[in-house]
């Protein structure tokens, strides 16, 4: 799967994966969503990310979700 707005540069947020290269975290636009802030409510925040960044983020995150093994304590 190829990701067009999400970009990785080891000079922007450590090379965390971003949104098209600004210094906003993909993780912390998860983040978000994950605490129950709306898409709307996120666009309204932050006037510079777009639908389809938030489209892509969770795309993003089913792919990783679908390849990491994680164990968690029984």
């Given at each position: ?8 540069d080891?000079?922007v ?15 912390r636009?998860l983040g978000?969503?994950?605490?129950g ?17 938030i ?14 093994v ?5």
């Amino acid at each position: 799967m190829t990701f067009q707005r999400i970009t990785i540069d080891p000079r922007v947020c450590g090379g965390k994966p971003t949104i098209r290269g600004l210094r906003f975290p993909v993780s912390r636009l998860l983040g978000l969503l994950a605490s129950g802030e709306t898409p709307e409510s996120i666009l309204k925040a932050y006037p510079y990310l777009e639908p389809e960044d938030i489209q892509e983020s969770l795309q993003y995150a089913a792919l990783l979700a679908d390849e990491e093994v994680v164990e968690f304590a029984s």
